[in-house]
């Protein structure tokens, strides 16, 4: 079954470290999205890309960056992690627009 | 700015009662999504909706366009669909990606 897949699910850095979490889907959509989850506030969007070599600036973008060299994954990094990243980041994708989206398990980050 | 808006932020309820959610929305839109949050769980889409009206099983979701608000109805209601209850739309025009804002989510537990 085809399916979206983040890693790792749990993870602590320390301020100032570069970190990348992984998305990976098998469903062979164009679209990926990565969003934060954060108390009092509703799903927001960091980063998304249409297809290879696409990639795009979201809602809440500063210090992210993704980028798209298959269509299978769309890696996130965060390039020196800050408190402020603190939050449950989920992978998301679909195929043509206004067509359902998948989303991934999630993953918790944790800055200290 | 797309703001969208959910009612009630919490409910509880008893086995069996019928349940309605609602949504709010300010924009014109080209798609609805309601999605299912459990605890410490990933995200499922249960509808997408662009008119009228949709059902799985005990789920049914209405969307009336001109009024701009869509509701998520649960019929005889189970301990299993205590979850978060997240609504997200699709401005028609912009918003980047799938442009998808979501609303903060209404939790439901439903007490046997």
């Known amino acids: 079954d085809a399916e979206i897949t983040q890693s790792p699910r749990h993870k602590i850095t320390e301020t100032g470290r570069q970190v990348t979490l992984a998305c990976h889907q098998t469903w062979n959509h164009n679209n990926m999205f990565w969003y934060r989850q954060d108390l009092g506030h509703g799903l927001r969007l960091i980063h998304y890309s249409y297809g290879v070599q696409d990639t795009n600036k979201g809602e809440v973008s500063d210090g992210y960056s993704v980028s798209r060299s298959n269509t299978e994954d769309l890696p996130l990094t965060l390039e020196s992690a800050a408190s402020s990243q603190t939050s449950v980041y989920f992978c998301?994708?679909?195929?043509?627009?206004?067509?359902?989206?998948?989303f991934g398990q999630g993953t918790r980050l944790t800055v200290v | 700015k797309n703001e969208v808006e959910q009612s009630p932020q919490n409910l509880t309820a008893q086995e069996g009662e019928f349940i309605t959610i609602n949504c709010s929305y300010s924009?014109?839109?080209?798609?609805l999504h309601w999605l299912q949050q459990h605890p410490g769980g990933g995200i499922v889409s249960l509808f997408m909706l662009s008119s009228g009206k949709k059902k799985h099983g005990r789920l049914i979701a209405t969307i009336n366009i001109q009024e701009k608000h869509s509701s998520l109805h649960i019929t005889a209601s189970h301990p299993r669909d205590s979850a978060v209850y997240i609504c997200a739309v699709r401005p028609r025009l912009g918003g980047g990606a799938d442009g998808l804002t979501f609303g903060k989510g209404t939790h439901l537990i439903i007490q046997p």
């Open positions: 924009v014109g839109i080209s798609a």
């Open positions: 998301a994708s679909s195929g043509q627009v206004n067509t359902e989206a998948f």
